[in-house]
């Protein structure tokens, strides 16, 4: 009589809970990171958006039945104010296994890493480079928990967009870059994402070069109109992202605050001499980009400052490097000027980097998830019922709410996939609805504003304090208006 034949019994999907922070879904990278969850992971997946820019957070959490808990990057646990104090404790309290992608880390690292042991972290994602992972977070200090080197992000998620792509001839601009002033404290590879755009549109306005390259916050680009500017430019700038400038609890950038109050003209160079020459380059990060992964995939030419990038790309192959003091630029002006050279230098790009898959979110999910099995044995099981709470037609709306209570804001529930604040739904249309959710909009963006003022301007920040407790005193009453009319 013949064996039976084994049949493989295929585990259960778990409950996986991804704590996020619904306004950072603006930038594409933010949103495609969150949603690779989704798409490529063997588990269930649940969004919750936990941080202080959910203006109607819930009051209690039950997270039980859950089986792992997962906290994005966007949640900055550099920061003592940004996750609500509602999943802060309902995730300390959560008896599984939770995970923490975390990203900034020069950033306050003390609270980061007190955060770290609060919460109770099993596992974190880091993007400090793997020989310096001891210096930064000391096993002595979280002796429980398991660090794992990750990227910042990852190839774009597959578009319609990336599937085509202009001839060169046909692109209006040499070079497009969008860089960014940031503050002194960040050290070199920060001051580079001006000084790179600065130094390179300078040279080619007094050539007659047609560039489009900015770096006042004002000018940056999001979204689809990212991708549609990259498709316009023969060629892109970049640098190495991160700093290498660790400030462990805030006093470097406090102290460098209060030397430019004192002296406002105070030179990039001088403070660096005076404050962080000592501190630059002890931890190494020299990140890649994912907008250099984003320009890979749209066959835009990289022009790029010497440096490591993750070790992802190499020069002459996948790049042109521009060395840091410029020297070179003759050559490289050249060179983008020659449409087969630059059809082969992206070409090959394409290929190693977006067509290999090595570094794809796929990829990364299918790690994540390997990281799961190993820790969790035993699925709680839990069956969870989902049903049709809001819906939309396509991605440019906003979701109309089909809920008995339609007053209940979305962002305030376990969702489906993560919900940006410019899709969230307004409330139902009562006598004061319209009114009442114009108001909630002013009241959310008066916080998230004061919630960056609270770090950057704290006098100001006391100030904006009192106007939005004023506020709440007329949301008060504008409820008790509410209920009387129903």
Same mark, same amino acid.
């Given at each position: 009589?013949?064996?039976?034949?084994? *049949?493989?019994? #295929?585990?259960?999907?778990?409950?996986?809970? =991804? /704590?996020?922070?619904?306004?950072?879904?603006?930038?594409?990278? *933010?949103?495609?990171?969150?949603?690779?969850?989704?798409?490529?992971?063997?588990?269930?997946?649940?969004?919750?958006? @936990?941080?202080?820019?959910?203006? @109607?957070?819930?009051?209690?959490?039950?997270?039980?039945?859950?089986?792992?808990?997962?906290?994005?990057?966007?949640?900055?646990?550099?920061?003592?104010?940004?996750?609500?104090?509602?999943?802060?404790?309902? =995730?300390?309290?959560?008896?599984?296994?939770?995970?923490?992608?975390?990203?900034?880390?020069?950033?306050?690292?003390?609270?980061?890493?007190?955060?770290?042991?609060?919460?109770?972290?099993?596992?974190?994602?880091?993007?400090?480079?793997?020989?310096?992972?001891?210096?930064?977070? +000391?096993?002595?200090?979280?002796?429980?928990?398991?660090?794992?080197?990750?990227?910042?992000?990852?190839?774009?998620?597959?578009?319609?967009?990336?599937?085509?792509? &202009?001839?060169?001839?046909?692109?209006?601009? =040499?070079?497009?870059?969008?860089? !960014?002033?940031?503050?002194?404290?960040?050290?070199?590879?920060?001051?580079?994402?001006?000084?790179?755009?600065?130094?390179?549109?300078?040279?080619?306005?007094?050539?007659?070069?047609?560039?489009?390259?900015?770096?006042?916050?004002?000018?940056?680009?999001?979204? %689809?109109?990212?991708?549609?500017?990259?498709?316009?430019?023969? @060629?892109?700038?970049?640098?190495?992202?991160?700093?290498?400038?660790? %400030?462990?609890?805030?006093?470097?950038?406090?102290?460098?605050?209060?030397?430019? &109050?004192?002296?406002?003209?105070?030179?990039?160079?001088?403070?660096?001499?005076?404050?962080?020459?000592?501190?630059?380059?002890?931890?190494?990060?020299?990140?890649?980009?994912?907008?250099?992964?984003?320009?890979?995939?749209?066959?835009?030419?990289?022009?790029?400052?010497?440096?490591?990038?993750?070790?992802?790309?190499?020069?002459?192959?996948?790049?042109?490097?521009?060395?840091? %003091?410029?020297?070179? *630029?003759?050559?490289?002006?050249?060179?983008?000027?020659?449409?087969?050279?630059?059809?082969? /230098?992206?070409?090959?790009?394409?290929?190693?980097?977006?067509? $290999?898959?090595?570094?794809?979110?796929?990829?990364? =999910?299918?790690?994540?998830?390997?990281?799961?099995?190993?820790?969790?044995?035993?699925?709680?099981?839990?069956?969870? /019922?989902?049903?049709?709470?809001?819906?939309?037609?396509?991605?440019?709306?906003?979701?109309?709410? *089909?809920?008995?209570?339609?007053?209940?804001?979305?962002? $305030?529930?376990?969702?489906?996939?993560?919900?940006?604040?410019?899709?969230? +739904?307004? +409330?139902?249309?009562? !006598?004061?609805?319209?009114?009442?959710?114009?108001? #909630?909009?002013?009241?959310?963006?008066?916080?998230?504003?004061?919630?960056?003022?609270?770090?950057?301007?704290?006098?100001?920040?006391?100030?904006?304090?009192?106007?939005?407790?004023?506020? #709440?005193?007329?949301?008060?009453?504008?409820?008790?208006?509410?209920?009387? $009319?129903?």
């Amino acid at each position: 009589m013949p064996e039976p034949s084994k *049949v493989s019994i #295929q585990e259960p999907p778990l409950n996986v809970l =991804v /704590l996020y922070d619904h306004i950072s879904t603006y930038t594409t990278t *933010v949103k495609e990171y969150l949603e690779s969850f989704l798409l490529y992971s063997k588990h269930r997946i649940f969004y919750a958006a @936990a941080t202080s820019g959910n203006h @109607a957070p819930p009051t209690t959490v039950d997270l039980s039945l859950f089986d792992v808990v997962i906290i994005h990057y966007s949640v900055r646990l550099c920061y003592d104010w940004h996750i609500l104090p509602v999943y802060a404790k309902a =995730v300390a309290r959560f008896d599984g296994l939770k995970m923490l992608f975390i990203q900034d880390e020069y950033d306050h690292t003390d609270l980061a890493r007190q955060w770290m042991k609060k919460l109770g972290i099993n596992v974190v994602f880091t993007c400090v480079p793997e020989q310096f992972i001891e210096q930064v977070y +000391p096993s002595a200090l979280l002796p429980k928990v398991d660090f794992i080197p990750v990227l910042t992000g990852y190839a774009p998620l597959p578009n319609a967009k990336f599937s085509s792509h &202009k001839p060169f001839a046909e692109r209006k601009y =040499v070079i497009g870059y969008r860089g !960014r002033r940031l503050p002194f404290h960040y050290g070199d590879l920060a001051r580079e994402k001006s000084f790179i755009g600065q130094e390179m549109r300078r040279i080619c306005e007094a050539r007659g070069i047609s560039v489009n390259i900015e770096w006042e916050e004002i000018k940056r680009i999001y979204g %689809d109109k990212w991708y549609a500017f990259l498709r316009d430019c023969r @060629a892109t700038l970049g640098t190495e992202g991160g700093s290498n400038v660790f %400030d462990f609890n805030g006093t470097l950038k406090s102290d460098v605050d209060n030397a430019l &109050k004192k002296k406002p003209d105070l030179s990039y160079e001088e403070i660096h001499h005076h404050f962080l020459a000592k501190h630059e380059g002890n931890v190494r990060m020299n990140q890649i980009s994912p907008r250099i992964f984003e320009a890979i995939a749209l066959r835009t030419v990289l022009v790029l400052f010497e440096g490591d990038y993750s070790g992802v790309v190499k020069p002459n192959l996948h790049y042109i490097l521009l060395k840091k %003091d410029f020297s070179n *630029v003759d050559q490289v002006l050249e060179k983008l000027l020659d449409d087969c050279y630059l059809e082969e /230098l992206t070409e090959c790009a394409y290929r190693d980097i977006i067509e $290999s898959g090595n570094y794809s979110y796929r990829g990364f =999910v299918q790690m994540v998830d390997a990281q799961i099995d190993r820790r969790v044995k035993t699925a709680k099981n839990s069956a969870i /019922l989902t049903g049709v709470v809001a819906f939309r037609r396509n991605i440019e709306e906003t979701w109309q709410l *089909v809920a008995v209570q339609p007053e209940s804001p979305v962002v $305030s529930m376990f969702t489906s996939q993560p919900i940006g604040q410019s899709e969230s +739904p307004p +409330p139902g249309t009562g !006598r004061l609805g319209g009114l009442r959710y114009r108001y #909630q909009i002013v009241v959310m963006n008066l916080f998230n504003y004061a919630s960056k003022l609270r770090v950057e301007h704290p006098r100001l920040y006391v100030i904006v304090r009192a106007i939005y407790r004023g506020m #709440q005193t007329v949301w008060k009453i504008m409820n008790r208006l509410l209920m009387r $009319s129903k």
